[in-house]
């Protein structure tokens, strides 16, 4: 399987404030990224995308996408909308556990990757025949990729997703090849 992972372009909110699910728009125009990604994609796709809009519209401008909740950035809960400094040394209960530790309200990022594995492994038990391309978020890419990779957990922090960026995967019965990453 020929996978393509686009993050959505730079969304429209001031650095250094926590957006996780929080439904934000876009700061560059999805119709100009769209054409900027489209040499690099293939002809034909099977195409799925978070339902955020900042994924969303990205993946309207490239196709009519099938959308899937599973597929959202991690939820921060009470800290959405939020500026890190406002939140305080609460960040560093989330630092001292990056993959178990849950915002108030919100979801840990192993409770994130597990819905987004199962939507992966959905996909994978349909055997897609042509690519699929992905425009979603930074947290899901990193735990598809990151798994797809054979990389602990704690490493996929590492993966680091550019905003209006894609990532080439190819999957196949014997194990996956990373073709190229943020273009």
Same mark, same amino acid.
């Given at each position: 399987?020929?996978?393509?992972?686009?993050?959505?372009?730079?969304?429209?909110?001031?650095?250094?404030?926590?957006?996780?699910?929080?439904?934000?728009?876009?700061? *560059? $125009? =999805?119709? #100009?990224?769209?054409? @900027?990604?489209?040499?690099? !994609?293939? +002809?034909?796709?099977?195409?799925?995308?978070?339902?955020?809009?900042?994924?969303?519209?990205?993946?309207?401008?490239?196709?009519?996408?099938?959308?899937?909740?599973r597929l959202k950035e991690i939820h921060f809960g009470e800290w959405e909308g939020r500026t890190f400094s406002a939140i305080g040394t609460a960040i560093d209960?989330?630092?001292?556990?990056?993959?178990?530790?849950?915002?108030?309200?919100? *979801? $840990? =990022?192993? #409770?994130?990757?597990? @819905?987004?594995?199962?939507? !992966?492994? +959905?996909?994978?038990?349909?055997?897609?025949?042509?690519?699929?391309?992905?425009?979603?978020?930074?947290?899901?890419?990193?735990?598809?990729?990151?798994?797809?990779?054979?990389?602990?957990?704690?490493?996929?922090?590492?993966?680091?997703?550019?905003?209006?960026?894609?990532?080439?995967?190819?999957?196949?019965?014997?194990?996956?090849?990373?073709?190229?990453?943020?273009?």
């Amino acid at each position: 399987m020929e996978l393509h992972l686009i993050r959505h372009p730079r969304p429209a909110i001031e650095p250094g404030v926590c957006y996780g699910q929080h439904d934000i728009g876009l700061a *560059e $125009s =999805a119709t #100009e990224v769209a054409a @900027r990604l489209r040499p690099l !994609l293939p +002809d034909r796709f099977a195409l799925h995308a978070s339902p955020l809009i900042r994924a969303r519209l990205l993946a309207e401008e490239l196709g009519t996408p099938q959308l899937d909740a599973r597929l959202k950035e991690i939820h921060f809960g009470e800290w959405e909308g939020r500026t890190f400094s406002a939140i305080g040394t609460a960040i560093d209960d989330w630092a001292a556990d990056p993959l178990g530790f849950r915002a108030p309200g919100g *979801e $840990s =990022a192993r #409770e994130m990757t597990t @819905r987004v594995l199962h939507w !992966l492994s +959905d996909l994978q038990l349909s055997a897609p025949e042509e690519p699929v391309v992905i425009v979603a978020h930074g947290g899901p890419l990193r735990a598809i990729a990151g798994h797809l990779l054979g990389l602990p957990p704690e490493r996929w922090l590492g993966l680091d997703f550019g905003c209006g960026q894609v990532t080439r995967l190819d999957v196949e019965n014997w194990g996956v090849v990373l073709r190229w990453f943020n273009r």
